[in-house]
């Protein structure tokens, strides 16, 4: 195993959105972070909800608490009891795409799922992978089907 502070140099960034397809990208960061000897960082982005007319957001709403609960929810789902420990949650406001391509400068690599909790299911890539994959600073990995990384030993 290599010394952490080998690790801080290097840094996986993957981001998450709850979805099936952003637990197996977290679980092929890890695998890659292993082999890489790089730090896991998990990206979750929010946004306000856009609101017509006269409705408005609950004011006891807390986008970034539930943001947190569902990254809680990716790793657990992802790794159980044996999650990674250099594994490092970030929460961010704005746009997914925006905040996952501020978040990977500088990074040796992005992982993302091809396609997430909304748009059309029967397209390749999600707008979000489909943007990280065209702009992305770094190295780029997107997640397709349903197989998961040989197991950690």
């Known amino acids: 195993m290599t010394d952490t502070a080998d690790r801080s140099d290097h840094r996986i ?4 959105d709850g979805s099936e397809s952003s637990v197996l990208a977290l ?13 896991l960082e998990v990206v979750m982005a929010w946004e306000y ?8 957001i609950a004011p006891d709403w807390d986008p970034a608490a ?6 809680a929810e990716t790793a657990q789902a992802a790794f ?7 594994m490092h949650f970030v929460v961010r406001e704005g746009g997914a795409a925006k905040v996952l391509l501020d978040e990977c400068k500088g990074a040796t ?16 890539l999600g707008s979000v992978s489909a943007n990280i994959a065209e702009h992305a ?7 397709h089907g ?3 990384p040989p197991p950690r030993h």
Do not use: K, N
């Open 13 to 16: 960034v993957v981001g998450v």
């Open 27 to 39: 679980q092929w960061a890890a695998f890659y972070g292993t082999l890489l000897a790089a730090r």
């Open 49 to 56: 909800p856009p609101t017509f007319g006269w409705a408005a």
């Open 66 to 71: 539930d943001v947190q609960r569902v990254l």
């Open 80 to 86: 159980g009891e044996h999650a990674p420990a250099d």
């Open 109 to 124: 690599m992005v992982v993302v799922g091809s396609r997430g909790h909304g748009g059309f299911t029967g397209l390749l």
């Open 137 to 143: 600073p770094c190295p780029v990995l997107i997640i």
């Open 146 to 148: 349903h197989q998961g």
